[in-house]
């Protein structure tokens, strides 16, 4: 069955900090993965995919990961932290076998921003 | 282009009530799925529905189901509710074809259920 874990549920970090959100996957087959994030009553958006092509995946607001295969990781990392990053970031992995959109999520990691 | 839409956005039911939630995806998405999410479990997936099909059923008691219409929208409903279906439910649209994950949901905002 897959599965991702998110270490650390709750990170805290100062604007202009490093921002590095840790995810490990567990799968079979190779997986398409996922970061997603959520603020406060609002819905999910995307922040970036990972389907096999590169490796290194930047995604929107200067967000990137890397698909460490040997790892099992795909950690979330940020240059340089914002005030407005703060929101709670989600993990998913996708089985790509089967005609399905369906995403198993991690736990979450809520990113608290210092100014 | 409009984005995925949710109805209503906030309910109040009483425990033995049903509620039917409605979902509106992004123009020409054929895939709908939907999600609990709360904070003991976190998000959990309820069903996916494509071109008025099921096609993928999470690990929910019967009292969960859904449907999807001719124009793509979708409801689910829950019945007989209990305490624990308090939670905030998410639908997703995808481009998705037949042939399964393009890579991206487009989430709506959720609707609220609080269940006394």
Known sequence: ?115 | KAGVTQTPRYLIKTRGQQVTLSCSPISGHRSVSWYQQTPGQGLQFLFEYFSETQRNKGNFPGRFSGRQFSNSRSEMNVSTLELGDSALYLCASSSSTSGGLTGELFFGEGSRLTVL
């Open chain 1, 1 to 115: 069955a897959q599965s991702v874990t998110q270490l650390g549920s709750h990170v805290s970090v100062s604007e202009g900090a490093l921002v590095l959100l840790r995810c490990n996957y567990s799968s079979s087959v190779p997986p398409y993965l996922f970061w997603y994030v959520q603020y406060p009553n609002q819905g999910l958006q995307l922040l970036l995919k990972y389907t096999s092509a590169a490796t290194l995946v930047k995604g929107i607001n200067g967000f990137e990961a890397e698909f460490k295969k040997s790892e099992t990781s795909f950690h979330l990392t940020k240059p340089s932290a914002h005030m407005s990053d703060a929101a709670e970031y989600f993990c998913a992995v996708s089985d790509r076998r089967g005609a399905t959109n369906k995403l198993i999520f991690g736990t979450g990691t809520l990113l608290a921003v210092q100014p």
